[in-house]
């Protein structure tokens, strides 16, 4: 395999190659558009390339400099975009048959925003169908492979922008989270993956999977690039009612290295019955942060083993009427055979939605049907109320929450497709933090035995991105000297 | 269910289906262990902010254009979508 040309590359040394004429953005995005093309194969990370419009954009941005004008922050940086991320002109799949031939008449705010800085969108990635999944294995167009271990899942539902960035096929990338469909993928793949704070980044253009928990967050190599992206994707969207006014900080200027005396709460919970392959890269995280300067402090988040029933009982019931939209008239494919308009929906949907997106269509209809709405829905938002005041509490003793993203490393393709509760259950640590909404990321923080990555979670308090950013990345100075 | 879904699933996939949904259910009804009386339902994560921090100003912006806005539609006429026969005589 030859060697990647975005090997080592960051954003910073990108606009310092860039300014000093080492490389042109169109001759960088060339390279990359070439060497993602050929190993593509490798992981199917990828689904569609654009490469007209990433060339026009480096194309742009070599001008700006020619002219001697600032060409953005993310000036010339190779950029893979999720599939459930619409993009004007440029087919999207969301994962699913049904939308083969979709090419979106508008763009995404978080793309709009992206390129606006320079960015340059190499392609859309593979991802579960409609983000539902946590293996990627639930896409239309076939799993995609963990370039770590190519016979293991790369986690999901980002999957395919998570390989993207270990394969160094993009520098950094585009994911949504819902339960953890960014920051399990990271630590899967041995990257980092940001779920900022709801309402941080907005949704304008991101295919709804379940409202009140959706987020676009970034991947990246380096916990700096993740914060630089973060900084450009961020802030209040006409266009979002959920998106949120408070000012977005410049993430990357605080990261000095510096975590002298920052309290950081371990929840016990999250430790027990945890193997012993992915316990110990976690602690020896921990220890390292003790050696920094941390605080550590035992903290509780009593509800953990309620999560997931939560979780899945509102995702489903936000899932079943978001996906209500594809009928088969507006925008996805349309079943042949249907002679009246409620046999159209019926069995263009069918024919459609892979079983997964099935599953939670039918569990979410049938968790919001007349006599099942209380005992249910309304049950899990007053679950879903109990986390939150979790986390609010252990907040007012510590500054970050640290533990395992994942209860395992990547697993076999195959070895969990036939228990969807199994498969659920691997969500477990990064569920609890999206139903609080509060901003968590996934670091590498080293690898099983058998040299599997494993993630290190850290959460924070509502907006607190910067504090999160600073211990994650005073954390990889350590490790990484 | 599947009727409420627009679902039309073949007789595998109810039997499928059926058996996946109860063991998600009997799951998911571990949450009747927890004690909930007098907590309030949470629909959304909320923040400190002013009440009409999230409207935005109401003005008019150009639409869509009609090409554009079916042009993704795998039946159209005219400018309109087209749907089989809505009422059966």
Redesign the interface.
């Known amino acids: 395999m030859s060697m990647s040309p975005l090997e080592g590359l960051t954003i910073d040394s990108i606009r310092a190659s860039l300014l000093d004429k080492k490389f042109s953005a169109e001759e960088l995005t060339k390279s990359a558009l070439a060497y993602a093309e050929a190993e593509n194969s490798k992981t199917n990370a990828f689904l569609t390339f654009s490469p007209e419009r990433a060339l026009a954009t480096a194309r742009a941005v070599d001008e700006k400099i020619a002219r001697g004008e600032d060409p953005g922050k993310l000036a010339g940086v190779p950029v893979a975009v999720k599939d459930v991320i619409v993009t004007k002109g440029v087919r999207t799949t969301c994962g699913s048959r049904l939308l083969a031939?979709?090419?979106?008449?508008?763009d995404a705010t978080a793309i709009v925003r992206l390129e606006q800085a320079g960015g340059v969108i190499i392609g859309k990635t593979n991802c579960d169908e409609f983000a539902m999944g946590s293996s990627n294995e639930n896409s239309a167009y076939g799993p995609v492979r963990n370039p770590v271990a190519l016979d293991r899942v790369p986690g999901g539902s980002s999957g395919g922008s998570a390989a993207s960035v270990a394969q160094k096929t993009s520098v950094v990338s585009l994911g949504s989270d819902t339960g953890g469909s960014v920051r399990q993928p990271a630590s899967f793949c041995g990257v980092s993956g940001v779920t900022p704070t709801?309402?941080r980044v907005s949704r304008y253009g991101l295919t709804a999977y379940a409202s009140?928990l959706d987020h676009i967050g970034p991947f990246a190599s380096t916990v700096r690039d993740a914060a630089k992206l973060l900084e450009v994707i961020a802030g209040k969207d006409?266009?979002d009612?959920?998106s949120?006014?408070?000012p977005v900080p410049d993430y990357a200027a605080a990261l000095d290295g510096n975590v002298k005396g920052m309290k950081i709460g371990v929840p016990k919970e999250f430790f027990q019955g945890l193997a012993e392959e992915t316990s110990k890269p976690v602690q020896a995280a921990i220890d390292a942060m003790k050696a920094i300067g941390c605080e550590v402090h035992e903290v509780s988040l009593p509800?953990l083993?309620?999560a997931?029933?939560?979780y899945?009982?509102i995702a489903m019931a936000e899932a079943?009427s978001n996906l209500?939209r594809f009928?088969?008239?507006?925008?996805?494919?349309?079943a042949a055979s249907?002679?009246?308009?409620?046999?159209?929906?019926?069995?263009t949907?069918?024919e459609g939605?892979g079983?997964e997106c099935?599953?939670r269509?039918?569990?979410?209809?049938?968790v919001l049907?007349a006599g099942y709405y209380d005992a249910?829905y309304?049950?899990?938002?007053?679950?879903?109320?109990?986390i939150?005041q979790d986390y609010a509490k252990a907040f007012e003793t510590v500054e970050a929450i640290v533990s395992p993203v994942s209860p395992f490393p990547a697993f076999k393709i195959g070895e969990k497709v036939d228990d969807?509760?199994a498969m659920?259950l691997s969500d477990i640590y990064t569920i609890t933090g999206s139903l609080?909404?509060v901003p968590c990321m996934s670091v590498p923080c080293g690898t099983t035995p058998d040299g599997l990555p494993v993630g290190l979670q850290i959460a924070a308090k509502?907006?607190n991105e910067t504090g999160m950013f600073r211990l994650a990345d005073a954390y990889e100075r350590r490790v990484t000297g | 269910?599947?009727?409420?879904?627009?679902?039309?699933?073949?007789e595998h996939?109810v039997a499928?289906?059926a058996q996946?949904?109860s063991?998600?259910?009997t799951?998911?009804?571990?949450?009747?262990?927890?004690d909930?009386s007098g907590?309030?339902?949470?629909?959304?994560?909320l923040?400190e902010?002013d009440e009409t921090?999230?409207?935005?100003?109401d003005e008019v912006r150009p639409p869509?254009?009609n090409s554009?806005?079916v042009?993704?539609?795998?039946?159209t006429s005219a400018g309109y979508?087209k749907?089989?026969?809505?009422i059966?005589r």
């Open positions: 031939q979709y090419h979106p008449p508008y709801y309402g009140s006409p266009m009612a959920t949120t006014s408070a509800h083993d309620y997931i029933a939560c899945y009982i079943s209500a009928d088969g008239v507006r925008y996805t494919s349309r249907a002679a009246t308009l409620a046999d159209m929906y019926r069995v949907r069918d939605f079983a099935k599953r269509i039918l569990l979410g209809t049938y049907s249910y309304v049950k899990a938002q007053k679950v879903r109320a109990l939150a969807p509760v659920y609080a909404g509502h907006f | 269910m599947a009727e409420l879904a627009n679902l039309a699933l073949s996939e499928h289906m996946d949904m063991s998600i259910l799951y998911i009804n571990k949450l009747n262990e927890l909930t907590v309030e339902p949470m629909a959304q994560v923040f902010q921090a999230t409207l935005r100003v869509l254009a554009d806005a042009g993704s539609a795998p039946v979508f749907v089989p026969k809505v059966e």
